[in-house]
């Protein structure tokens, strides 16, 4: 149900009851349309043209949007909360500018690349509003479990929500790319030939550079790669598969930043610290691409492990503030990149002695799909927050 009030925010450009009423049909009517996903093939294939691409999101981004601002009125009492009334306020502006560029037929990039660039801008608080509006509501709600009905149903609200923001930014990040008119890149975002090894050493030099940075000292970071006979290979010889670099960095590098984290929270002193290094692993076969990360920080406690994927849980406050660690969710986030495109990511714990994460990449292109959730497809995420 659309609550009238819950619309006033959108200006100048939507006064008078009429223009609520029509704004709030058009939503209910894109809500109830179906998403279309888009496997990596077809965006090396058609997604290159600005002009094509710039048809795709016309019709697609209101789709998503409207999605998520019926999952956001779905939360009980979300207008009473500041943080949700703003990201249902920028999910609203936005639907209205792809809705307008859909109905005028202008695709010129003069036209889609400023509306572009204004939704990202504004859209760039999204996630704080939300990690705040959830932690506000569990709070209201009293609950103090991980797995009590109504946080359950919050997490899968916050992840399906931020897992179609994400495609929406990787869509409007592919645009802007092929768009551009001072370092056009031919396959916008996406990298027909993407090199896991050499981005799994790039982010292990990063990290380690912000550890120096920010804490005075880094533990070891050992990247190495192997073939399926398991003859350790150099770079340039590693399989390599069509992805999009910067979501594979941002894993790499999340998991990397946490058992950095643990490590010198462990190690007390410059000996310690050396006999602790984090190794990175990684391998293909014809359909896969694997990538293993362990360290010696002698494994996740066992109060912890049934959290880490919480969007609502992060651990006790370190001094690895320096290392930007942000809102507290790398992990369940990272787990969100991985989905996106048909992965997965998994750790062990290994009591006493440390953690392996795995992260399991597609290498077909037709396998690697979008995962962008559906409210249609799942009642009872509605139906559950309205009845809790």
Known sequence: MFLWHSWRHLGARCRGPRRFATLAEDVATYANMKPTPVNLHSWLAELIEPVQIAKFLS?????????RIRSIESLPDWEGITELVEAHRIQLAAFQRFLELSRNQDFSVQTCKPVIKAVQAEDKMTKNHLMLAARSLRSHRGSDSFEDPFTVELNKFLNDFLLSRLGCNMLMGQYLACASSTSPQPHGIVSPQCDAFEICGKAADEVMRRCEISQGRS?????????MTGRTVTQGEVPRFSYIPGILMHIVRELLKNSCQATLELAKSEAELSNLPIHVVVCADKRHVVIRITDRARGIPRHASSKIWSYLYSGSPTAMAGLSFGLGIGLPLSRLHAKYLG?????????????DAYLSLPRVETDLVENVPDLDDDPAQEINLLTL
């Open 59 to 67: 019709n697609e981004m209101p789709v998503r949007y409207a999605e």
């Open 219 to 227: 533990p070891k970071i050992c990247v190495e790669a192997f073939t």
């Open 343 to 355: 992965g997965s990511l998994d750790l062990v714990s290994l009591p006493g002695f440390g953690v």
